[in-house]
């Protein structure tokens, strides 16, 4: 019997917010085989898959969205200035490599009642995360892309020969999908960069092969793409300790050619009208406790060297007038004015020399002054950032495990609600940071028995060793390592990181 133990469990774990229990159903039969065209592939991600900071923070992460990391969970994340942003137009690369479920051969990744079924020495179940972000004074802009690779095995063994089916190992048959999710954003700060609003496309592209690598060949079953919208915003007030941020996704739909392949064989495989990211809503705040301020004021260096280059551009129109004007008066007594000309151009050109010298000199103080402000910010600071995410409901929705494995595994028939909790702090100031969280993982999947599952995740990055990558960085830059884990009920995540400490 399904009850409403699991949800009273994440209710008394997560202590703020109320999840409604599903009703108790009688226990459901195996999965019937899949012998019909007539469904949709539920593209619905459970467990939090992100980089390493918002792992570690259970995924709330919504009202922070600063960084690369806050892409995938807020459009408006571009657009958030953060207090080591010391130029107007400003870039940010990331990268990282997470194993969601590196226990999955013995457990269920997609909290589906059932084992998931690796192939046996596949190690490329595997969640990659990549982006790139450019900031130009207010406006952001951000690239990145999430791919994720399930290689699932059939219970069965068939021949060796068999269409080209073959897991490692060469004795049961699989398919291998491919789930690749690009988000295209654009943002913008304004109110002196109290609010930021983001817009964005998500495109999404489904890949099932069987391939058994990235790199290596195979039979491409089908492919298709689809594409929605984002929306996002967040509220960070100047000099107060608290965040407010809501981010929407559009529902994601692309057709499949659908019909039937390896027809008469033990592979038969009935392909999907089509597949569905689902929409999702999620809100939270942050609030941040300590001397560290949350929302420190973002100061342009064009708003501080406004006042020189005024000046400066006065001495240019200035001397330049001045030149017109000796020009005129010995044009009017009569003299030759092509010497005097060369020698108040060459007088123009030394003085306009000296006007640039002392801007660089003004720029280089202003890059130190906003450095050494950030510097001498507070580094005791204790986060607590939570956030509630809806998720919606898919039509004739079967899971990505049940199409892989053939079965009419029904996913997504019900709106499913997550709330999530994290806290941060900095144990050893300037040299280390930890992370924990908890979050609740609805089931889409009614016949699941044990129902929804409670994680709980930790986290954190260690500074390391000075570095400026061949002149690239300044020269005060660090370096950190980081990672975050992530353990549930028949669950294992795990992710390493490496960045920029700031």
Known sequence: ?????????????????????????????????????????????????????????????????????????????????????????????????????????????????????????????????????????????????????????????????????????????????????????????????????????????????????????????????????????????????????????????????????????????????????????????????????LNPRWVSPAELLAHKRRYLAWQARERERRTREALADARREGHDTVELERVLKAADTAEAALDHAELERAEREVDRELRRRAAALPRFHVLLTSSFLMTGAVADGVGIEGFLNRELQRSGQQITLSPRLGVEVEPIPNWLQARAGVYFEPTRFRSNEDGGRSHVTFGGQARLLPWDVFGTFPQENWWWLGGSLDVARDYLGWGLAIGVWH
């Open 1 to 293: 019997m399904r009850s409403g133990r699991s949800w009273r469990k994440s209710l008394g774990l997560c202590g703020v917010l109320v999840v409604t229990p599903a009703l108790a159903q009688p226990p459901a039969a195996a999965p019937a085989p899949l012998r019909t065209n007539d469904y949709t592939i539920d593209l619905y991600q459970g467990p939090v898959l992100a980089g390493s900071r918002v792992v570690g923070l259970a995924g709330a992460f919504v009202a922070m969205a600063d960084g690369i990391d806050g892409d995938t969970q807020n459009p408006a994340s571009p657009a958030v200035r953060v207090p080591f942003s010391y130029t107007d137009v400003d870039f940010d690369l990331s990268a990282s490599l997470s194993f969601p479920g590196s226990l999955g051969r013995s457990g269920d990744f997609f909290n589906s009642g059932s084992r998931t079924k690796v192939v046996a020495g596949n190690n490329l179940y595997v969640f990659l995360n990549g982006g790139f972000n450019l900031q130009i004074n207010h406006w952001g802009f951000g690239v990145t892309a999430d791919l994720q690779q399930y290689s699932l095995r059939r219970d069965e063994p068939s021949a060796p020969q068999r269409r080209g089916l073959l897991d490692l190992t060469g004795t049961t048959t699989s398919l291998t999908g491919q789930i690749m999710q690009n988000h295209l954003l654009a943002a913008y700060a304004f109110a002196d960069d109290q609010f930021v609003f983001g817009v964005g496309a998500r495109v999404v592209a489904l890949d099932v092969s069987t391939r058994a690598t990235f790199l290596s060949s195979g039979v491409d079953t089908f492919n298709t793409r689809g594409a929605g919208l984002e929306l996002g915003f967040v509220w960070r007030p100047n000099g107060e300790r608290v965040r407010v941020g809501a981010a929407f996704r559009s529902e994601v739909n692309a057709d499949t050619p659908g019909g039937v392949i390896y027809r008469g064989t033990a592979d038969e495989l009935y392909l999907p009208n089509r597949l569905t990211v689902p929409w999702d809503l999620s809100f939270g705040a942050a609030v941040q406790l300590g001397r560290r301020p």
